[in-house]
């Protein structure tokens, strides 16, 4: 394993479940280190059955009820342009596996615009670009986020950020709607590469063989335009956290067996 921390490492897993619970931990851990002199954790979430995994591992784990979460905001990578109540959503499958069960307040969860919440497309891109920017300083438009978590798509995407896609190369904009996604519902709302790589943290999330391909990409350094989580990386760390299958490609010398 490469010394620099600031290199890609791999934590692997025996098994989704077995995940999950180590990922909430080492969140949790970061979390409460962030927010222990009084400074604010702004944390970018993600979608999917592990994004959510993981959440319900940290509201399960005792830690989280003694935790002040008044200095916990939590953004999204992504969202479906859906309405609010539709179950892909990905703010509403955190409500239910975190959100909803912790004291966190109303303001520090900001979620991208639903379909009809009156607001075009465009205009929800706009208007969440806008709220990033209320919690940005001078070097940003945007917070950096402690922790980013991503999914990956066993093509590469991550958050709604497509191989050969043109949302991927942008970086004069911190949130930008897409409306042709390979992947269903067509239309979203994505954070751009410059956002996401602005964190302390990026936390990359990914089970299944069907993603071996895309993480050994990914680690070998492929062309983020078309391996888009090869482009993914944290100011101070980057950790691909996977279970054995997806493992597979993994090259022992970058697998971290302390993180």
Known sequence: MASDSRAKRVVIGPDPATLAHHVAD??????????????????ALTGGSMGSAVLRAVAEDPRAAVMDWSLVHFWWGDERFVPADDPDRNAGQARAALLDRIPVPAQNVHEMAASDAGLGLDEA??????ELARFGDEKRAWPSFAVCFLGVGPDGHIASLFPDHREITVTDAAVLPV??????????????????NASKRVWLVLTGAEKASAL????????????????????????????????????PDLIDRDY
Do not use: C, M, W
């Open 26 to 43: 080492r969140f949790l851990v970061r979390v409460q280190a962030r927010i222990r002199d009084g400074r604010l954790a702004h944390i």
């Open 179 to 196: 409306r042709n996604s390979p992947k269903p519902p067509p239309e979203r709302i994505t954070l751009t590469r410059p956002v996401i």
């Open 216 to 251: 050994g990409l990914a680690l070998a350094g492929a062309d983020y335009r078309t391996v888009p989580a090869a482009g993914a990386k944290g100011r101070k760390r980057t950790v691909f956290f996977v279970d054995e299958a997806a493992a597979a490609e993994v090259a």
């Open 125 to 130: 891109a706009t208007a969440y670009a806008d």
